[in-house]
T-cell receptor
Framework: AQSVTQLGSHVSVSEGALVLLRCNYS??????LFWYVQYPNQGLQLLLKYTSAATLVKGINGFEAEFKKSETSFHLTKPSAHMSDAAEYFCAVSERTGNTPLVFGKGTRLSVIA | SQTIHQWPATLVQPVGSPLSLECTVE??????LYWYRQAAGRGLQLLFYSVGIGQISSEVPQNLSASRPQDRQFILSSKKLLLSDSGFYLC??????????FGQGTRLTVV
């Protein structure tokens, strides 16, 4: 079975500061990993995904994440936070084959302070 | 290009009334389809998923049911809503091993 743990339900950073959102996964098979962002009352948008190519994955809006197998982690970072980054962020894991659904973490709400 | 439509965007229903939420996908065939529910502080809870017409897997036994009458149509239903059914419902599709695409969601309030 697969699972995802997002450390910190709420993270607050100052505008211009580093954003770090933590995600640890558990999977018995090599996984695909995803980060999604959700703005209020909207669906989820894909930020980036890891599918076994480069371990450092660059996504939209200046975000990136690094797959670390030894740490079973896939933390999301952005060097400088913007006010528009305030949203809820979800990490997700799935198997590389088969039809099993994406398994999501509980989400981390990011607040950006001016 | 692929798109996903989910409606209605908001819904207020009395306790005990029926529910029908519809989701349709365009631009792809034989997608895997999913219904998730999002409650405050609880992330996304997978309710149902379907890998083909008439094939439904239920993840959480509860007051809801799902059906897939056509390849690109996924319906979430209830015969009698409970207060605890309130939440934000999201439909999604993906091809095997690929990313998931989400609808805009339905905010359901049961009163």
């Amino acid at each position: 079975a697969q699972s995802v743990t997002q450390l910190g339900s709420h993270v607050s950073v100052s505008e211009g500061a580093l954003v770090l959102l933590r995600c640890n996964y558990s999977s018995s098979v090599p996984p695909y990993l995803f980060w999604y962002v959700q703005y209020p009352n909207q669906g989820l948008q894909l930020l980036l995904k890891y599918t076994s190519a480069a371990t450092l994955v660059k996504g939209i809006n200046g975000f990136e994440a690094e797959f670390k197998k030894s740490e079973t982690s896939f933390h999301l970072t952005k060097p400088s936070a913007h006010m528009s980054d305030a949203a809820e962020y979800f990490c997700a894991v799935s198997e590389r084959t088969g039809n099993t659904p994406l398994v999501f973490g509980k989400g981390t709400r990011l607040s950006v302070i001016a | 290009s692929q798109t996903i439509h989910q409606w209605p965007a908001t819904l207020v229903q009395p306790v005990g009334s029926p529910l029908s939420l519809e989701c349709t996908v365009e631009g792809t065939s034989n997608p895997n389809l999913y219904w998730y529910r999002q409650a405050a502080g609880r992330g996304l809870q997978l309710l149902f998923y379907s890998v083909g017409i008439g094939q439904i897997s239920s993840e959480v036994p509860q007051n809801l049911s799902a059906s897939r009458p056509q390849d690109r149509q996924f319906i979430l239903s209830s015969k009698k809503l409970l207060l605890s059914d309130s939440g934000f419902y999201l439909c999604a599709w993906r091809v095997t091993g690929g990313r998931a695409f989400f609808g805009q969601g339905t905010r359901l309030t049961v009163v």
